[in-house]
């Protein structure tokens, strides 16, 4: 059941009553909305932004002068912060507005713990200035519960002097071709590592699920059910973890790595290509410089084509229900969502603006590193199922353990993906 909010009689708040500035104009010139002696409080989430105390010192300042109000802002950790949400929803110690990682939006919009935005985005001249994935991901049974504040994606980074040594040239594309590539640097040095298969990273398996034409789970009407089971799903999941079972492209002891262990074995040069996040090549160039000059990426290749959805990953920003002044809720949303706020942040953290304008800016003025992540989250970003019940299926694990189970000799991908399915459709069924 979905709580929904009525901020002005008759229906959601106009951006007229609001006094709401347009898509990329100056809020700090003022909202129109009077908060004066109001505080609202924001929560966002500890760890993405190593200038957190700059940017809420300027976001407080901002928004003061934008609408009178005052902000106290709130830096939880990420670790204990789901249930710390579902705690103080609807009672007086919830924010006003908070960070809410994409796959945990949809849930708590259907436990009632946040309102309904689109028709104020709307309004505003919002609607449909996000990347599409991440408004999507923030969208349950037609509502929109949050604006996308930033978002990171995953590709393949390479060493391009050890794929050139190899004779590799090119973007792989398809799976064949990716195939090749790693075959060539295991033959130029039996001592690499080409591609590593990370048991420990869920995020590597789904785009070949999704580039097999497969999915995790399927909707009809109000119900969901597991899909993983399919066959094309099946295919992907065989294709995947054969680099490492059948061609002996990885290596055993990355059955349990997590992102995190590939990354250090790319930095001793132990590793060819392997798939890894947006926010990567600034970590590597800020602590391995010389690694950083060899990079090269490249999209994750479908099946038949050189780009395979990928998971899109971020966080909205959401309003709480609450909250007793929406109106200025809303006015902050907007504010970090959107123009300098947007671009700002994600500068500062590496990872993608939600706004599709700044990314494109982004995108204009980065190198070829970024337009390549670029170019995998617009043409093949992509969200988990967009479920209030995909929560328990994350907390069950049930990814990470087929993709292990399958990795160290447990059970075949076929038999593996069947016991996923049923553990999903159990989980859906409730």
Not at 50 to 60: E, M, N, Q, V
Not at 218 to 242: H, L
């Amino acid at each position: 059941m979905i709580a929904r909010r009525t901020v002005l009689a008759g229906g959601a708040a106009s951006a007229a009553a609001l006094g709401l500035a347009a898509c990329g104009s100056d809020s700090s010139k003022g909202s129109g909305t009077d908060g004066k002696g109001k505080t609202l409080t924001l929560w966002i989430m500890e760890g993405t932004n190593p200038s957190t105390d700059a940017y809420i010192a300027d976001l407080k300042k901002k928004f003061k002068e934008a609408t009178q109000a005052d902000l106290t802002v709130e830096v939880q950790p990420w670790d204990g912060a789901h249930d710390k949400f579902v705690n103080v929803m609807g009672g007086d110690s919830a924010p006003d507005v908070a960070e809410v990682g994409t796959t945990w939006t949809p849930e708590f919009a259907d436990a009632g713990g946040l309102d309904p935005i689109g028709d104020e985005l709307e309004e505003a001249g919002l609607s449909g200035k996000y990347v599409k994935a991440l408004e999507e991901s923030a969208t349950l049974e037609g509502e929109v519960f949050g604006a996308p504040w930033y978002a990171g994606v995953r590709s393949f980074l390479a060493n391009k002097d050890l794929l050139s040594a190899a004779g590799v040239d090119k973007q792989p594309g398809n799976w064949q071709e990716l195939l090749d590539a790693a075959r060539a640097l295991k033959k130029k040095d039996p001592s690499t590592i080409p591609f590593p298969i990370s048991g420990g990273s869920p995020f590597g398996l789904l785009p070949f699920i999704w580039g097999a034409g497969g999915e995790i789970a399927k909707q009809s009407g109000d119900t969901w059910k597991a899909a993983i089971a399919d066959s094309p799903a099946v295919e992907g999941v065989t294709w995947y973890t054969d680099i490492a079972l059948k061609h002996k492209l990885s290596t055993p002891a990355a059955s349990t790595w997590k992102e995190t262990d590939a990354l250090a074995a790319f930095q001793k040069g132990d590793v060819g290509m392997f798939i890894t996040g947006s926010w990567v090549p600034a970590t590597i160039k800020e602590k391995s410089p010389e690694l950083y000059d060899k990079l090269m990426a490249f999209t994750i290749p479908a099946k038949d084509s050189e780009v395979a959805p990928s998971f899109l990953g971020g966080s909205h920003l959401c309003r709480f229900t609450g909250t007793k002044e929406p109106e200025l809720a809303f006015e902050l949303i907007k504010l970090m969502t959107t123009g300098e706020f947007a671009a700002n942040w994600a500068k500062q953290t590496n990872f993608f603006p939600g706004e599709q304008s700044a990314l494109d800016e982004v995108v204009t003025s980065g190198d070829d590193l970024t337009a390549v992540f670029a170019k995998q989250m617009t043409e093949g970003g992509k969200s988990v199922p967009v479920t209030p019940l995909w929560g328990q299926v994350e907390g069950k694990k049930t990814i990470p353990n087929l993709l292990n189970t399958v990795l160290t000799g447990g059970k075949d991908a076929a038999t593996a993906c069947q016991d996923a399915a049923k553990e999903m459709d159990q989980i859906f069924a409730d």
